[in-house]
Nanobody, 127 residues
Framework: QVQLVESGGGLVQAGGSLRLSCACS????????MGWFRQAPGKEREFVSAISRSGGSTYSADSVKGRFTISRDNAKNTVYLQMNSLKPEDTAVYYC????????????????????WGQGTQVTVSS
């Protein structure tokens, strides 16, 4: 059974940085494209970044381009989201998600693209 566990959230001031991690168990990690989503109170879950099985391809939302970087370590079954220059509007619960795929694509951008989800980690950015 695939299980995803996020960590690394917290409270940070605007302009600061955080690094989220998501560890996958019960999966052959290199067979999964991985994504990060976020959900603020009263809003729909939105796409943040995604990475292909090998890590060779990434795709990010315009709102985080140049500030957030997704990466993965297949030897550690872990995907990361490095978040720099954080803004108050980045405040949300951040979720990682996994999709078993045979392709090298990273353009899985809707929640319905991913059957497996973590429990989420809170990120709060104060102004």
């Amino acid at each position: 059974q695939v299980q995803l566990v996020e960590s690394g959230g917290g409270l940070v001031q605007a302009g600061g940085s955080l690094r989220l991690s998501c560890a996958c168990s019960g999966c052959t990690f290199s067979g999964y494209a991985m994504g990060w989503f976020r959900q603020a109170p009263g809003k729909e879950r939105e796409f943040v970044s995604a990475i292909s099985r090998s890590g060779g391809s990434t795709y990010s939302a315009d709102s985080v381009k140049g500030r957030f970087t997704i990466s993965r370590d297949n030897a550690k079954n872990t995907v990361y989201l490095q978040m720099n220059s954080l803004k108050p509007e980045d405040t949300a619960v951040y979720y990682c998600a996994a999709r078993l795929t045979l392709t090298a694509s990273s353009k899985w951008v809707t929640p319905s693209d991913y059957p497996y989800w973590g429990q989420g980690t809170q990120v709060t950015v104060s102004s």
